[in-house]
């Protein structure tokens, strides 16, 4: 937790509007850190994470040039639970790490508050550098619909992964602060508004 960035945690499960509260957030003049931006960059050409992958992974799952193979690397990490909790435990700590450099420069420039948009933001440990955690969810159905419309999965494809991720009370048990979304796309943004307001007076009134 830093001293002066007031730091909002962002999750929620796929298909729950998450993106857009982001989005919405970042319209309102708020930084908002992208976790799976950084997730890219610590596995950039030479990098030590990527190396440990090698390591954990074998060397096949590097270009020819040494960068990520992509499609490589998931194969090998998501074949059982055990490959992928290997993937996160190599990954995640350095993901941390380039967040706290980040909000270490953001300290410097005399941001006021700061949003991680985190689709594994518990998973990885990340919501203990949040000053407060907020969960974006939604009904099950109306997820299953926002997925097949945005990414153009079969339906099965759409349920498998919605089943990989963690069921709705994982994140609204956890969460400080939960935004349902359960109306149409102007209620929602209504809500990002209201929380980006709320983000504001929570930096100041610490």
Known sequence: MTDKVYVVGLTGPTGSGKSEVSRRLAEA?????DA???????????????????EAFSEDIL????????????????????????????THPY????TNQILMRMEQTHERAAVIDAPLLF????????????AVVAPFE????????RDGLTE????????????????SSR??????????LASLCAKADGLAAKIREWADGR
């Open 123 to 134: 998973e990885s440990g990340m919501d203990r550098i949040c000053d407060i955690t907020v």
């Open 63 to 90: 270009n020819d040039d040494g960068s990520l193979n992509r499609r490589q690397l998931a194969k090998r990490a998501f074949a059982t639970p055990e490959d992928t909790a290997l993937l996160n435990s190599l």
């Open 36 to 54: 799976d931006v950084l997730a890219r960059r610590v596995v950039e050409p030479g990098s030590e994470c990527l190396r440990r992958l090698a």
């Open 95 to 98: 993901i941390i790490a380039l």
């Open 156 to 171: 099965a494809q759409a349920r498998a992964r919605m089943a990989a991720q963690q069921p709705e009370n994982y994140y």
């Open 175 to 184: 969460a400080a602060v939960v935004l349902s979304n359960n109306g149409d």
């Open 29 to 33: 003049q708020l930084p908002v850190i």
């Open 142 to 149: 109306s997820r299953l619909r926002r997925i097949l419309e």
